[in-house]
C-alpha cells in the first residue's frame, strides 16, 4: 500500500516516513501545499496524512484541490489545529479522519490500518501467480495454503516484483523502491534479500517464481 505525506516539519516528516516504512508502507513525501497537491492528483496512494499548517498551500486547500480534481483519495488530517470548529471544518471539505499532534505513532497506525479496511476491496489488493498468493493490504503472503514468514523487507521485495510481475526489476529500481536508496554497486544488498526471499518463497517448492536475468535484475513470473 502507498501513502503519501504532506507535513513541513523535516523531524516529524523523517520519523513518520520511517515508521510507516517500517510497518510495511511506500511511503512518499511532500513537504510543502503545492508539491502535495501535485502529487496527489497525479499519482495513485491509498491514503494521504495530511497537516494543515503548510507552506504554498494550506491543508484546507489541498484538500478542497483534491476533491474538486475529482480525486477520492482518503484523507487523514495530522494537526496541531484542535478546535472543534477546524476539526467540523476538516469533515465538510472530504477528509476521513483527523488526528492531532502531538500524537501517539501506535494510534495514528492503528487509523491508517483501519481507514484502508474500510476501502472496497480492489483486484490489486490481492496478487496471485500460480499458488502464490499475496494480501497487499494484510501484508500476508501464502504459498501453496502455507503462510510465508516474511519479514517486512522481504514483504516490500515480494509485492514489488508481484505487482510488476513479469517485468525485469534492475537492481537500482528495487533499491529505490525497498530500501528508498540509491544502488550503490558496491552493495550486495539486493542480492542478499533476494536470495533470503527464494529461500522461503521457492526453495521448498518444485516451481519456481524468482528469475535472475544476468545482467539486468530479477523478474517475478511462473515457470
Known sequence: MRLLVIEDEAKTAK?????LSEAGFVVDVAFDGNDGLELAKNVEFDLIILDIM?????????????????????????TARDAVHERVRGFELGA???LVKPFAFSELLARVRSRLRRTPARPQDVVRMADLEIDLLRQRATRAGQRLDLTTKEFLLLSLLARRAGEVLSRTVIAEAVWDMNFDSETNVVDVSVRRLRSKLDDPFASKLIHTVRGSGYVLEAE
Open 54 to 78: 503548510l507552506p504554498g498551500l494550506d491543508g484546507w486547500q489541498v484538500l478542497t484541490g483534491l476533491r474538486k480534481a475529482g480525486k477520492t483519495t482518503q484523507v487523514l488530517f495530522l
Open 15 to 19: 520519523f513518520l516516513k520511517k515508521g
Open 96 to 98: 476521513d479522519d483527523y
